[in-house]
């Protein structure tokens, strides 16, 4: 796995993805199976890697990567290329939620893990496009508004 131009250090990394599509029940306390679309959520990948304790310094870098903000002091996006986030249409991802890491001392590894989410999901970007087009201009009932206001 990459973010931008780093790579995630350590072995066994595993990638697991979650994709939320969310709904509600309408039914109210009948038994009736109606609900209403509440939209689909960004996914989110679930990344788990063990870090050798000889590489101290990976472990400090991808903390670094974590906690890295933008100019405008957000939590920094990265282009991800991995397999299992781009056969998902995954392009852009932040770290969310946890990173968490704790010492498998009989391994003499640290066990890293985290999440990523989604950053502008396809969905997303759709309601986007939408919420931006330019409702359309009917002419005709502009040319009677204007043909009244010259008749006063």
């Keep these: 796995m990459q973010l931008d131009t780093f790579r995630i250090p350590g072995k ?32 989110i990948l679930r990344v788990s890697v063990s870090i050798p304790f000889k590489n101290p310094q990976d472990l400090s870098d991808l903390i670094k990567k974590a906690e890295a903000k933008n100019d405008a002091g957000e939590r920094k996006i990265y282009t991800i290329t991995d397999r299992t986030a781009n056969v998902a249409g995954i392009r852009q991802v932040r770290f969310t939620e946890h990173f968490n890491w704790n010492e498998a001392d009989t391994m003499q ?44």
């Design 12 to 43: 066994n990394l595993v990638v697991k993805g979650n994709l939320e599509l969310r709904t509600e029940d309408i039914a109210g306390e009948t038994s009736g199976t109606d609900s209403v679309e509440k939209g689909i959520k960004p996914k």
């Design 109 to 152: 590894m640290w066990n890293v893990s985290f999440t990523l989410q989604e950053y502008l999901s396809n969905p997303e970007r759709v309601e986007n496009r939408e919420q931006n087009k330019a409702p359309a201009t009917d002419t005709t009932q502009y040319k009677q508004v204007l043909k009244q206001a010259a008749n006063l």
